[in-house]
């Protein structure tokens, strides 16, 4: 079957870092996407990897482990607007077909 | 200039009714997607249509039935509306043209639907 696991909640300090984890059991992989999602507003897209490795746009970094069904997000010099729900997902079985996590929401106090 | 937009924002209709709500997109994209949010939050793949042509369609009650005039509109209609059908329904876009390919979904602003 198709799972994709994300803890439920984290907190953070304002200026910190945070490293969210997912781990997926999908078939037909064809890459890993994280989404930033606003209460209220649409799921907005953060990073896709399809290889080993880490991607790194500005203050937010992804990793992907292919072997280990592995991914990471960490956001560095947390903000307040950070505040928010992270959904993982994984294209898998054709056309970019996404199996989105649970989602991860974090809240960034001062 | 809105990528993806979809109508009505809001929805709140009474159990029975048949209701529907569109998307559009100005991204030119091939495909287009149907998700739905329920009320934990879980994103749920529903259907997907490549060039007007239905590719993904998801164990979903057939009192759903998506329609895609062009590949620029995707719309969703529900027939004999239901209490558990209330949620939030996301459409989104992608540049995907063949089984292969991966690339970044934009959604829409979201419906919310309430069913009473």
């Known amino acids: 079957g198709q799972n994709i696991d994300q803890p439920t909640e984290m907190t953070a300090t304002e200026g910190a870092i945070v490293q969210i984890n997912c781990t997926y059991q999908?078939?037909?992989?064809?890459?890993l996407f994280w989404y930033q999602q606003h209460a209220g507003e649409a799921p907005t897209f953060l990073s896709y990897n399809v290889l080993d490795g880490l991607e790194e746009k500005g203050r937010f970094s992804s990793f992907l482990s292919r072997s280990k069904g592995y991914s990471y997000l960490l956001l560095k010099e947390l903000q307040m607007k950070d505040s928010a729900s992270y959904l993982c997902?994984?294209?898998?079985?054709?056309?970019?077909?996404?199996?989105f996590g649970a989602g991860t929401r974090l809240a960034v106090h001062p | 200039d809105t990528a993806v937009s979809q109508t009505p924002k809001y929805l709140v209709t009474q159990m029975g009714n048949d209701k529907s709500i569109k998307c559009e997109q100005n991204?030119?994209?091939?495909?287009m997607y149907w998700y739905k949010q329920d009320s934990k939050k879980f994103l749920k793949i529903m259907f997907s249509?490549?060039?007007?042509?239905?590719?993904i369609n998801e164990t979903v009650p057939n009192r759903f039935s998506p329609k895609s005039p062009d590949k620029a509109h995707l719309n969703l209609h529900i027939n004999s509306l239901e209490l558990g059908d209330s949620a939030v329904y996301f459409c989104?876009?992608?540049?995907?043209?063949?089984?292969?390919?991966?690339?970044?979904?934009?959604f829409g602003p979201g419906t919310r639907l309430t069913v009473l």
């Open positions: 997902a994984s294209s898998s079985g054709g056309y970019n077909k996404l199996i």
């Open positions: 999908t078939s037909g992989f064809n890459g």
């Open positions: 991204l030119g994209h091939d495909t």
């Open positions: 249509y490549n060039n007007k042509e239905l590719i």
């Open positions: 989104a876009s992608s540049h995907v043209t063949d089984y292969t390919t991966a690339d970044t979904q934009y």
